[in-house]
């Protein structure tokens, strides 16, 4: 295959600042003197996707074990949420405003030493060899953990799984600390669409094919924005669509 300048790889006139880990991957696929068809956007969900498990209900369990939070009351909420979540029914702004109460007022060395035990106590048992292995296949995309769980949560888990680009819902901060609300759009079903897109725009990225990884159906909006859709490990309603749409089904597990 004929060689490609990064002039002919990077996008046309972008429309914000490339992120300097995005212009690092089209030079160095550019200075391997071949594409392999294209850079794909790589987008995946994290809970009971890549995780082998959901790491915003199991923070509401870690708190409660830990005595941040009234152990009975909180992981009864908790549970209902989840139900909700399970059932295409949960109230997004109420179940994010009740993940971030706990971290309010609290200061960055009490919040930064919380995501480090969370990590290593609960988040490493979740990590699934085959979800590392299909990272690894991504290496030369894009790649983008786009998840419901709050940025609090989810950065660590990002950088655990050596994931850079991170979309997830964010928690309001007033003078370096949380309220306790959400800021701006959170990243839950059209939601995702709305996140990935303002993404996009903002790394000046323009048009590239894109393929999304989920395991919900709760994800429905995306997986059918995505080029490619694949549904991992899917709950019985995306398995039924996926059938119907002649998805991709993987199993990471």
Not at 187 to 194: S, Y
Request: hydrophobic share 45%.
């Amino acid at each position: 295959m004929a060689s490609h300048s990064l002039h002919s790889v990077l996008p046309k006139a972008p429309l914000a600042p490339v992120d300097t880990e995005v212009v690092a991957l089209y030079a160095s696929i550019a200075a391997r003197g071949s594409l392999r068809v294209c850079i794909v956007l790589a987008l995946f969900d994290l809970d009971n996707t890549l995780l082998a498990g959901d790491s915003d209900h199991a923070f509401g369990d870690y708190l409660a074990e830990i005595g941040w939070v009234d152990a009975k009351v909180h992981r009864q909420q908790n549970d209902a949420f989840y139900r909700d979540y399970q059932q295409g029914t949960l109230d997004i702004m109420a179940y994010s405003e009740f993940v971030l109460r706990p971290l309010v007022g609290r200061s960055s060395a009490e919040l930064k030493k919380l995501q480090q035990t969370y990590v290593r106590e609960v988040i490493e048992a979740m990590i699934l060899p085959k979800a590392e292995a299909l990272l690894k296949q991504h290496e030369d995309d894009i790649r983008v953990i786009v998840t419901a769980t709050n940025h609090f949560i989810t950065q660590p888990i990002a950088d655990r799984l050596g994931v850079s680009h991170l979309i997830a819902t964010e928690g309001e901060k007033r003078e370096g600390l949380f309220t306790g609300k959400v800021a701006g759009i959170p990243c839950f079903r059209e939601g995702k669409i709305k996140r990935v897109e303002q993404w996009k725009l903002s790394q000046g990225l323009g048009s590239l094919p894109s393929i999304f990884y989920s395991d919900s159906h709760n994800d429905l909006p995306l997986l059918l924005w995505a080029d490619e859709a694949v549904a991992v490990d899917p709950d019985a309603r995306l398995a039924e669509e996926a059938k119907q749409r002649n998805w991709r089904v993987v199993s990471l597990r």
